[in-house]
């Protein structure tokens, strides 16, 4: 209780708030993160994605490389890219290897949810005389548009948590919060910033939920997640 307590001290108090190293300047540092991160890897895997669904060739391969991608811990390929050339550059780092890590979900969930679309949807599109561009365009992308949602949050959400490493590296981020906290050997301040961090992720899982709700068309709502 004496923890916790000393917790709620710690974010109740004002000062922790405010400055360089408050949480709203270093909300605002991983925010922007996760966004460059999200966007980044979505402009690399969506298109691979939707190209290889909608040609039903090569697309099971690349989920599975990406899949393995997985197994390889994030921070193991930041500290690599450190010790390349590319560790010279500030935060690039701390992208690629955040950008690595968001692709798996991205690319698999768009790839299934182009190739579950109902083909004999397609095939009435295709004797309807459209081409290859306006099939993916106005028939296979909507209807997979719940699934490629999908993925874009989960990518969000698991960013939110991993962007922390990044002050492993001299990185902003919400996760100085907490190296400050363990250089310090202040539990309480570790807690907040831990917990900081696990409300952003759901506030970010809430913001996609509400999207998803919104910004699905309702003919589309009832796909598979």
């Keep these: 209780m004496n923890t916790l307590s000393e917790v709620w001290s710690w974010l109740t108090t004002a000062a ?41 060739r090569g697309g099971a391969l690349a989920v599975n490389l990406a899949n393995i991608g ?35 979900p991205l ?42 949602l999908t993925g874009v949050r989960i990518a969000a959400v698991q960013l939110v948590a991993t962007a922390t490493l990044a002050a492993l590296v001299g990185g902003g981020g919400l996760g100085r919060i907490i190296t400050a906290g363990f250089n310090l050997a202040s539990t309480p301040q570790v807690v907040a910033g831990a917990l900081i961090v696990a409300v952003f992720a759901l506030l970010m899982e809430a913001a996609f939920e509400i999207g998803e709700r919104w910004g699905t068309p309702r003919w589309a709502r009832g796909r598979n997640r």
């Design 70 to 104: 997985r197994a390889v811990p994030t921070f193991a390929v930041l500290v690599l890219l450190l010790l390349t050339p590319i560790g010279r550059h500030g935060e690039w780092p701390t992208v690629i290897a955040l950008v690595l890590f968001a692709i798996p």
């Design 107 to 148: 690319l698999t969930n768009a790839y299934v949810g182009m190739r579950e679309v109902d083909q004999d949807v397609v095939r009435a599109a295709r004797g309807m005389g459209m081409t290859g561009t306006q099939l993916v365009r106005r028939v296979e992308v909507p209807l997979a548009f719940p699934l490629v």
């Design 16 to 56: 922790n708030w405010y400055g360089e190293n408050g949480v709203w300047n270093r909300l605002g540092q991983h925010l922007l993160l996760t966004v460059v991160c999200l966007v980044i890897s979505s402009l690399i895997a969506l298109p691979i994605a939707v190209t290889l669904g909608h040609l039903g």
